[in-house]
């Protein structure tokens, strides 16, 4: 199971890739308003610093709703480092974009999944990653659901869990077989205990 740390903190990513346990990172606007990053240009840049530091891929979300703003948003943070992950937002917009991502080649998130059918769209779309919101779910069983269906038409779409919240959520993860984990390091710090 990867690890992508759930930060924009430069000092936190820095910690965790000097851990040796960082496989990505895994990123999103409130985290880096929360860094006290506001314009465009800032953004990007901050990005690029990310990418830097780390050696595995990040995820970068689009700011854009619209089709066309999409497209243009997420090839211009595809073209920013070969790390970039586009991430997505799971609407009919963002459906018709990962598709056209995925013709080109440019490698895509699928974010805010709760539920199997969105799951089922975003992988027949042809998204390299879906993030699914284990603390929203309060249950396991969605998660196992799409791995199951995943697994039975061997889509190659990975499944990264994010919103986690205890240990018992990476544990249950680990389980059920999940592709990726995304989670402050603290909490992966935790297990150290258990």
């Not at 269906?149 to 779409?157: G, L, M």
């Not at 990264?160 to 919240?165: A, P």
Request: proline share 1%; hydrophobic share 40%; with cysteine.
């Amino acid at each position: 199971m990867y690890y992508f740390i759930n930060t924009a903190n430069l000092y936190k990513i820095k910690e965790a890739e000097n851990l040796g346990l960082l496989d990505g990172v895994n990123t999103n606007t409130s985290l880096i308003v929360k860094e006290g990053i506001i314009k465009t240009n800032d953004r990007y840049s901050h990005y690029k610093n990310i990418c830097n530091i780390i050696s595995g891929d990040l995820n970068a979300d689009v700011i854009s709703t619209d089709y066309n703003d999409i497209i243009k948003e997420g090839e211009f943070l595809s073209n920013l480092d070969k790390k970039i992950i586009v991430k997505v937002p799971l609407t009919i917009d963002g459906i018709k974009a990962i598709k056209y991502f995925s013709i080109k080649k440019i490698k895509t998130n699928c974010t805010l999944v709760f539920s199997t059918g969105q799951a089922l769209l975003a992988a027949k779309a042809g998204a390299n990653y879906i993030s699914i919101f284990i603390g929203r779910l309060y249950n396991t069983n969605i998660i196992k659901e799409i791995k199951l269906i995943y697994d039975n038409y061997f889509f190659k779409t990975k499944i990264l869990v994010t919103s986690i919240i205890n240990t018992l959520h990476i544990i249950s993860c680990a389980k059920i077989g999940i592709d990726i984990i995304t989670a402050p390091l603290n909490e992966i710090k935790l297990l150290l205990n258990n």
